[in-house]
């Protein structure tokens, strides 16, 4: 217990949830990645790359939550460089599944967009907190420029993630107390600029379609699939379900819940895994409750959820800006996309690509999610002053410990003699 306490030090309720979620994602990408077993020649292969990122993301979080928050501003200041690396990725990328989103330096791949995404939390929370020194205008203008640069480079790679990005600008903005008039009319001009967009996929011939990007033809299909309201029943046959091309994976995501009834198959068991292409990525979820039941679904909810809660309950006991709006955007990132990946598995919203925080499959994901949670038990030491009791010495505990008036020091209270003679006590001087 000793060790523990030492080793684990920081918020206890973020390790537990921590811990679970890395728990549930090994169970459950060990059985999801069963196709992928098949196809190599060793079958615990896909298994180790997981929890080799995991036990690398472990052992981040181990160290970063050992060092001061202050440390985490240079992870702001490496904003430019992140939206340049992201500038450079079409053009250099290394390509998997039909897309540039990936990086090669020195032999290590990594998404550039992961990088940009930690690194704009902290350039956030770092603009937030110069309130003493910056204006309003000033700081919705340095936000703005910034993370309006990043989205705008992810977006034309992966809308999903520029979303999300532009999602948690907003609410941090809010939280910041940036002034809601600037806020909406930040809304409406996007807005605004969606709905061009959608004019344009929609309307436009597809023989101009096929020139324009790639990416523009997935947007479409996906919404399309979503605001179908086809009933694709083959009432000829019987009510057969006709499964066809462009809902293959969301009709493979709903048997896989339908089937998961409230315990579930148990890991290992389920049966969609073999079908969905995203089982161990996207479509995990899915996964879970088939495996898990509704138990186990939202038993994975409530560790978010929690997760987001404990985070906020840190972020009350931050007695400056920085470490406050740092861990509010770190949390907000985690819970946010892992409500989004649910969303998408249940059928509630259209498919984006998000992996779910901490549990789905992933090299760069898996490693940056897990500095989040490194950020978080920082600022719970450092920032909260949760979880140092082990630091302090048994003195301290002492005083710590006793009783004090205050506006009243402790040696006015050990000067303070009580008069026996008339059963007074003389008055602490003023």
Known sequence: MDLASRLFKGDRV?????????????????????????????????????????????????????????VFIGFGLFLPI????????????????????????????????????????????????????????????????????????????????????????????????????????????????????????????????????NRFHTWKARIERFSSSDDRLDTKEGKVLTLDDEHY??????????????????????????????????????IIIEEMGLVGGFFVLFLYLALLIRVAMIARRCHTLFPKFLVLGCGLLIVTQALVNMAVAVGVFPVTGQPLPLISRGGTSTVISCVYIGIILSVSRFGANIGNEEDQLPE??????ETTLPGVSKEEIDNWVPDVDSGKKEQLSE
Not at 20 to 46: G, Q
Not at 50 to 56: E, R, T
Not at 396 to 401: D, G, L, R
């Open 396 to 401: 301290e505990k002492q005083e710590t410990s």
């Open 249 to 286: 994976q969301e009709d493979h995501a709903k048997i896989a819940i339908a089937q998961g009834g409230l315990l579930g198959k148990k890991p290992g068991h389920g049966q969609q895994r073999d079908f969905l292409p995203q089982a161990y990525s996207d479509f995990i979820y899915a």
């Open 14 to 70: 973020i390790w537990v949830i921590f811990m679970f979620l890395c728990l549930i994602s090994v169970i459950e990408v060990f059985s999801a990645t069963s196709t992928i077993a098949y196809r190599n020649a060793n079958y615990w292969m896909p298994i180790i790359r997981h929890a080799s990122f995991l036990l690398m993301g472990f052992a981040g979080v181990l160290i970063l939550h050992n060092l001061p928050y202050k």
């Open 82 to 213: 992140a939206i340049f690396l992201l500038a450079i990725t079409p053009f250099v990328g290394v390509e998997i599944n039909g897309e540039p989103r990936w990086l090669e330096i020195l032999g290590i791949r990594f998404q550039p967009s992961e990088v940009a995404k930690l690194s704009a939390v902290c350039y956030m929370a770092l603009v937030l907190s110069k309130r003493d020194k910056l204006t309003d205008a000033q700081m919705f203008k340095y936000i703005l420029i910034g993370i309006g640069l990043a989205c705008g480079f992810i977006f034309f790679n992966n809308g999903s993630t520029a979303i999300l990005l532009f999602t948690i600008m907003v609410m941090m903005m809010f939280i910041g107390q940036i002034k809601v008039l600037r806020i909406f009319k930040l809304l409406g001009v996007c807005v605004a600029a969606l709905v061009l967009l959608l004019t344009v996929l929609f309307v436009t011939p597809d023989s101009i379609m096929n020139y324009m990007p």
